[in-house]
């Protein structure tokens, strides 16, 4: 091998940047018969790293990536680099993924799932065929997100591999039911957030407040577009929707808090993690909000009461938002989804209980609203049976009728008195 033979390794650190922000100003090089690391992390600091064991450009770049991976998290690797066969799949297979179209957080998800299901086959000594990979994912519960990861893990090296992998209906991953979430009353929810959140940083508290107030996801709410004068209930606010990877609208649902709060005033270590609320973020941006989000959940935990800390909890503002919006009884899913960077699925799956016992109370109310059928030449046979139906319905009474008939009862008590 040459010295230093950058040119011949530019798309293979290209490739490492892609998958690996934190990398972005590293690059591989290879020297004297070897491979290495060289440049400096997203935080600063600089390595040179030599990747022992590569022996083609492939094993350098997973190596990399596993270096980047274990100096960001700062937890050693233990890993099993897998052999042969499996090494051969398991190169194929990453090499198709990093040919996928999608964000580069996916295929890092992809490329983590890949890897763990070549190096449990290289833990056991396994070589990649149907029996082996069905194993692998059978081992998670079929309810368990794992199961779902490697699943996806298993296809992978399958198709690397050029082997028929079919997944009957008994293994296939189940989602499974939601979970009951606790509901706080509105007075108590806002008691927390007025008192309790005055125990975080400002950051922290905008995070928490803006996310009760439109009930979207932490890190969307550093996507929203806020406009000059004053926020309230109906007031447009554009933001980027990280589920459904487009732009999307919301409004504040939580009375006048808006403004109370001072939120469209963000402090300014929001604005520095401010993002487009036009396109998606990069995953540099990702990375700094998710570390943020985190932090609020261990503060939260840490300097407030046990109770506050979960009726504060993110998933709880959401939940509370949510139900607002289902009770106030004139809104579609459609609405309510598009309002919490959601989706329809979604909904149904985790809040029908709010609507599934008052389905004939709403549909009523619903039929109600409908024009009176318009009169027409009724048949003989049609207008006994409607007469018939009339002596049965007692016509409801009006506000004075009912007055009426409470006073005569009243003068009739008193007569019977005396």
């Known amino acids: 091998m040459r010295k230093d033979d950058g040119s011949k390794m530019q798309k293979w650190t290209l490739k490492l940047r892609e998958t690996h922000p934190a990398a972005a100003q590293c690059r591989l090089r290879r020297a004297k018969g070897h491979y290495e690391l060289v440049g400096s992390l997203s935080d600063g600091r600089r390595i040179a790293k030599r990747l022992s064991g590569a022996e083609d450009e492939h094993e350098a770049l997973e190596k990399a990536r596993d270096l980047t991976d274990q100096l960001m998290s700062g937890i050693?690797?233990?890993?099993?680099?897998?052999?042969?066969?499996?090494?051969r799949a398991e190169r194929m297979a990453l090499a198709r993924i990093d040919l996928m179209e999608v964000r580069s957080?996916?295929?890092?998800?992809?490329?983590?799932?890949?890897?763990e299901c070549a190096s449990w086959l290289a833990e056991r000594g396994l070589l990649v065929s149907q029996a082996t990979l069905v194993n692998f994912y059978k081992e998670a519960p079929r309810t368990s997100r794992?199961?779902?990861?490697?699943?996806?893990?298993?296809?992978?090296?399958?198709?690397?591999?050029g082997i028929s992998l079919e997944?009957?209906?008994?293994?296939?991953?189940?989602?499974?039911?939601?979970?009951?979430?606790?509901?706080?009353?509105?007075?108590?929810?806002?008691?927390?957030?007025?008192?309790?959140?005055?125990?975080?940083p400002e950051a922290m508290r905008w995070v928490v407040r803006a996310v009760a107030c439109t009930g979207i996801r932490a890190g969307e709410t550093l996507s929203l577009k806020i406009p000059d004068g004053d926020v309230k209930t109906g007031t447009t606010l554009h933001g980027w929707s990280s589920k459904r990877n487009r732009k999307g609208i919301t409004t504040p649902t939580l009375r006048n808090r808006w403004m109370e709060w001072d939120l469209s005033d963000p402090p300014q270590a929001i604005r520095d993690l401010q993002v487009s609320h036009r396109e998606p973020p990069t995953q540099e941006e990702l990375d700094a909000i998710h570390r943020l989000t985190n932090q609020i959940g261990h503060e939260l935990r840490r300097k407030c009461s046990k109770e506050a800390a979960e009726a504060l909890s993110f998933r709880s503002l959401r939940h509370h938002a949510t139900t607002r919006l289902y009770e106030t009884g004139n809104l579609d899913e459609v609405l309510i989804a598009e309002a919490l960077f959601t989706s329809t699925a979604q909904l149904n799956k985790t809040y029908s209980q709010l609507y599934r016992n008052k389905s004939a109370e709403l549909i009523a109310k619903a039929f109600s609203?409908?024009?009176?059928?318009?009169?027409?030449?009724?048949?003989p046979e049609r207008a006994q049976r409607l007469a018939k139906l009339d002596r049965h319905i007692k016509p409801?009474?009006?506000?004075?009728?009912?007055l009426q008939e409470a006073l005569q009862e009243a003068e009739k008590g008193t007569i019977n008195e005396d």
């Open 105 to 115: 957080a996916t295929k890092a998800y992809h490329h983590r799932i890949t890897k």
């Open 167 to 200: 997944l009957i209906r008994a293994d296939q991953y189940v989602e499974p039911a939601p979970p009951e979430r606790k509901r706080f009353s509105e007075s108590k929810l806002l008691r927390y957030l007025d008192v309790e959140v005055e125990a975080l």
């Open 76 to 87: 050693a690797t233990t890993r099993m680099l897998p052999q042969g066969m499996v090494a």
């Open 369 to 379: 609203e409908q024009e009176p059928e318009q009169i027409q030449t009724l048949s």
């Open 146 to 161: 794992k199961r779902r990861g490697r699943i996806e893990g298993a296809r992978h090296l399958a198709k690397a591999a």
């Open 396 to 402: 409801k009474k009006t506000p004075f009728e009912k």
